[in-house]
């Protein structure tokens, strides 16, 4: 079967490999109908994750049909179509049984698939702890509607439910790429008073005033003013940093009100300052990233319902044998991309 594989730093390249096969009791073997490319992917590519392995098939998004599954496996069944989860979770650690599914201490446990172990920008997938894994898409469901709830969705959802949001806030979110836009959806579910979304391209800011015309937009520059003007309190209520720049996250707390909640849902690439001197008496409770994957069956619930449709950020699809050409419209952010569907 064709598999995208990471070669080398700076290398991916779309390899022959032999199809997956069970190895134990819990796993299932899924064929991969849809996948997409994730920044993650590209962290890899670029050598910023350590562990993950030469060799590997990479992607993590994906939705597909159950080919097999191994004999621990009941909750789902052979022409099943599921979405795949980003993370590996046995549900039976104490972490998993406190849903912190990201620190399963399982040593398949958290994001392995498509980093550590073979992914999904491949005909097949083998995913460990299935029954844990995969979630069934209901009929009335498209692959298209489905193919985020496994991250960047379940990424969005996690940040809104731990922001302790509610309908007196003002809600700040900072960066409106793929995760930003995911978030800025469940944040929309918990009905605040007011949404900001803080972008600094032009496309990008296009795109939320299209689509969402009640969200109010700033760029970063005027953001802290924006943000003053906007709220009650010398401040956003709640601020879910979803950027990841040095500038950005001193925009999270500099632009809450003293006793906020501020959310760091972005992945950085330095070390970040916290000038607690400054920030006395501003008594802050900061909440720090790293999705735990496990409302995928609530939030397949809400696209059924139409409350959540993430088909918009499909800017782009391609078959996988032009993966290649994906990946650099997706790298070089060209052509307005948001989000590229790979047809497998
Ligand atoms: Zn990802
Ligand atoms: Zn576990």
Redesign the pocket.
């Known amino acids: 079967m064709l598999a995208y594989t990471y070669i080398e730093k700076g290398r991916f390249e779309l390899l022959d490999k032999p199809k997956p096969a069970l190895e134990g009791p819990r796993d299932a073997i899924v064929r991969i109908t849809l996948g997409s490319i994730?920044?993650?992917?590209l962290h890899i590519k670029h050598g910023s994750v350590p562990r993950a392995v030469p060799g590997i098939t990479v992607g993590?998004?994906m939705v597909g049909v159950v080919e097999e599954v191994g004999s621990g496996i009941t909750s789902i069944r052979p022409g099943d179509r599921v979405a795949v989860n980003?993370e590996t979770f046995c549900g039976e650690c104490f972490f998993c049984r406190h849903g912190y599914v990201n620190n399963c201490t399982d040593s398949d446990g958290g994001w392995a698939l498509g980093c550590r172990i073979d992914g999904g920008q491949a005909e097949y997938v083998r995913v460990p702890f299935a029954d844990c894994g995969l979630t069934r898409i209901p009929d009335t469901v498209t692959d298209e509607q489905a193919l985020f709830v496994g991250?960047?969705l379940a990424t969005g959802f996690w940040a809104a439910r731990i922001s302790e949001i509610t309908e007196d806030d003002t809600v700040l979110i900072i960066g409106a790429g793929p995760t930003g836009i995911c978030t800025l959806l469940c944040v929309m579910l918990k009905r605040p008073k007011r949404i900001i979304v803080c972008e600094k391209s032009p496309e990008r800011i296009r795109f939320i005033q299209d689509h969402y015309p009640n969200v109010l937009v700033t760029g970063p520059e005027d953001c802290k003013r924006f943000v003053l003007e906007h709220s009650e309190h010398g401040g956003a209520d709640v601020v879910l940093e979803v950027a990841g720049t040095d500038e950005t996250f001193r925009l999270a707390w500099d632009c809450a009100r003293p006793n906020a909640t501020v959310t760091v849902v972005a992945l950085y690439d330095n070390p970040q300052v916290l000038p607690l001197p400054d920030m006395y008496g501003k008594n802050l409770t900061f909440k720090t990233g790293g999705v735990d994957g496990c409302d995928c069956a609530e939030i397949l619930r809400l696209i059924e319902d139409g409350k959540i449709d993430t088909t918009p950020l499909i800017t782009h699809r391609f078959p996988l044998e032009r993966i290649d050409e994906a990946y650099r419209i997706f790298e070089n952010r060209l052509e307005g991309v948001i989000k590229v569907a790979i047809e497998e």
Do not use: F, G, K, Q
């Open positions: 994730c920044t993650s992917d993590h998004e980003v991250d960047v």
